[in-house]
């Protein structure tokens, strides 16, 4: 198996046609990640949540990290990890061309608001449905490729093993004779 780096072009292709990541944030030393749905263009990353752990992590600390994968199989697969930056975009009269993009790329999909904006019983209770839009700045791209093609060393040492098995057969034949 062959692991190489993606070019930030495929990188960026690879995040845009991928809906589901992993969000990454941290207070203090502390790492938090979730699975979440998301739309990406022109170096950010959107999405849409409401209220919760995540969004008050990402107003105290906004640097996180996305990840978005592609997954074949163990040898074929390929991933790219984020590290940005979040922005809110409020309800209010100066985002509203970046909510507009936001709802734009988001609604593309059928049921675009699920689960993000679901009912959620935890605790003993009810959260709060007040809708989150925002949008993560995509600071560093970095992307992995994992195909079967065999490396050097792996075909090295196939040969080598083809020559034992070789030779393994010429003594049993020897051996057989005597
Ligand atoms: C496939 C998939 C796609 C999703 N897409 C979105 C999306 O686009 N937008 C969105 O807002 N949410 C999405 N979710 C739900 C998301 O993963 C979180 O569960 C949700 O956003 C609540 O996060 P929070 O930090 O606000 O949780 P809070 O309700 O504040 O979390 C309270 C506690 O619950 C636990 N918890 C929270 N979420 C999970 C979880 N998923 N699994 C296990 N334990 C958890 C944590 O330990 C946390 O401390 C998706 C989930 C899945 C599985």
Known sequence: MLIEELSKQSCLELLCRTRLGRL??????QP???PFYFACDNNYIYSFSTLGKKIEWMRANSLVCVEAD???SPQNWMSVIVLGRYEELPDTPEWLTERAAAFRL???EAMWWEPAYAKTAIHDGVRSLEPVFYRIH???ITGHRATREPTPDIRLSTIQLLRRWLVAKDF???AWRA
């Open 172 to 174: 049993a034949a020897i």
């Open 106 to 108: 988001l609604r593309r």
């Open 138 to 140: 995509i600071d560093e």
């Open 32 to 34: 938090y990640v979730v």
């Open 24 to 29: 990454a944030c941290a207070q203090g030393t």
């Open 70 to 72: 592609e997954v074949v």
